[in-house]
């Protein structure tokens, strides 16, 4: 089983819809989690970072189920800007500063 | 301003060659982080240093080598042993205010192609 799972894609929705995304992690011992946020041929950049069970910026909601070990996010009212793929980050305290990184979730928001 | 920068944006090489990639950060952050993506696929760490003079291998450190020699810089070398080595590589740094230390932030990447 991977570390870290994610929503195989892609998403197509149309522009204003509602769209969530899931990852599951592996290691009950994680303690920090993360969605970042990669455009086509550029570097990932952190979205938001979820430390208790959850975690909300304007059109975005992230949320953090430990029990079940699963972690989603949730935008709002999609923009034609939001287009990207989109990764799930863990990290487990016991190992430091290292991050286990999904695979990444591809949206595509369309007119 | 900030940030982490990585130079070149694009490398290109022959097989057999040496090749370094630079990565600075004026972030004053204690760790950084490099890793390699390959189209498709996520991100895989190939090596890391939480400290000055202090570095670790991640998950597919075979074939590169680094150094930190300064808390700023983090350069990594694609050796002629490294089988596949065209992709695209990521730096990374993290140690910001408590609470916020594992967050990592990313330099703009360079592709790397070797022929």
């Known amino acids: 089983r991977k570390e870290v799972e994610q929503d195989p894609g892609p998403f197509n929705v149309p522009e204003g819809a509602t769209v969530a995304f899931n990852c599951t992690y592996s290691?009950?011992?994680?303690?920090?989690f993360f969605w970042y946020r990669q455009d086509c041929r550029k570097e990932p950049k952190l979205l938001m970072s979820?430390?208790?069970s959850g975690n909300e910026d304007g059109r975005f909601t992230a949320q953090l189920n430990r029990a079940s070990q699963y972690i989603s996010l949730l935008i709002r009212d999609s923009k034609l800007s939001d287009s990207a793929t989109y990764l799930c980050?863990?990290?487990?305290?016991?190992?430091?500063?290292?991050?286990?990184f999904g695979q990444g979730t591809e949206l595509s928001v369309k007119p | 301003d900030g940030g982490i920068t990585q130079s070149p944006k694009y490398l290109f090489r022959k097989e057999g060659q040496n090749v370094t990639l630079s990565c600075e950060q004026n972030?004053?952050?204690?760790?950084m982080y490099w890793y390699r993506q390959d189209p498709g696929q996520g991100l895989r760490l190939i090596y890391y240093?939480?400290?000055?003079?202090?570095?670790q291998k991640g998950d597919i450190a075979e074939g590169y080598s680094v150094s930190r020699e300064k808390k700023e810089s983090f350069p990594l070398t694609v050796t002629s042993a490294q089988k596949n080595p065209t992709a695209f590589y990521l730096c990374a740094s993290s140690g910001g205010t408590s609470g916020r230390s594992y967050e990592q932030y990313f330099g703009p990447g360079t592709r790397l192609t070797v022929t």
């Open positions: 972030l004053n952050h204690d760790a």
């Open positions: 980050v863990v990290n487990m305290d016991n190992q430091g500063g290292k991050l286990i």
């Open positions: 290691n009950s011992a994680s303690q920090s």
């Open positions: 240093s939480q400290i000055v003079n202090d570095f």
């Open positions: 979820v430390y208790s």
